[in-house]
Structure formats: C-alpha cells, structure tokens
C-alpha cells in the first residue's frame, strides 16, 4: 500500500512558479514509477511528467517549463513549474506504479496509487 500527498498549489499570475510536492508513504519512491497529472475543468485527466530509475518523460505542453524530481532521502517527488501559463490551471495529481520500477509510464492505467490532489490556479 502507498500512500501519497500533494501540496504546494495555489494561485498564481501568468509568469510565474510553483513547485508541487508529493509525499509518499508506504513504499519508497525510488522503487515505483511515479508521475504527475493534471485534470482541468470539463477535461480528462492527462499525463504531465514521468519518472523513474531509468528515465524521465514530459508533455509536450510542458517540456521546458516543468521540471519532475524526486529525492530518495526525503521519500518525496516534486514537480517544478515555470512560466506558469492560465492553460496549467487544474488539479494536479501525483500517482505510483510500484509494478513498474524501472519504467517511464504515461498512461493513467498504469498507476495503482493516486493522491488527493493539489489545485493550481494560474491568472492571466
């Protein structure tokens, strides 16, 4: 069982940077793939970045402007966002694939784990 909790959100003008933090509990994070999602209002959920031992994958919406870490010490990944766009603004999820050690997963069905969420609001 893994348990994750998001924070750091809030809300932002056009520009500008947050990072997003995900807490893990349960199982390390350096044994799972793990990843951040995004859901807007009226949208499906979709894949933001990607992590694991072997690699790291991002949207191509944010390539450039985000930043997926993890520090194994702390249990903790993190999601740094620049140039915050209004498009950003959701509810960002982090999730683990603890299946999947050692692979970049994009897609939602390969995650067991979701946290609760975090809401970034990003004002033009």
């Known amino acids: 069982q893994v348990q994750l909790v998001e924070s750091g959100g809030g809300l932002v003008q056009a520009g500008s940077s947050l990072r997003l933090s995900c807490a893990a509990s349960?199982?390390?994070?350096?044994?799972?793939?793990m990843g951040w999602f995004r859901q807007a209002p009226g949208k499906e959920r979709e894949f933001v970045a990607g992590?694991?031992?072997?690699?790291?994958s991002y949207a191509d919406s944010v390539k450039g402007r985000f930043t997926i870490s993890r520090d194994n010490a702390k249990n903790t990944m993190y999601l740094q966002m620049n140039s915050l766009k209004p498009e950003d603004t959701a509810v960002y999820y982090c999730a683990a694939a603890p299946k999947y050690p050692g692979a970049v997963v994009a897609s939602l069905r390969g995650y067991d784990y979701w946290g609760q969420g975090t809401q970034v609001t990003v004002s033009s």
């Open positions: 992590i694991s031992w072997s690699g790291i």
């Open positions: 349960g199982r390390t994070v350096s044994s799972s793939a």
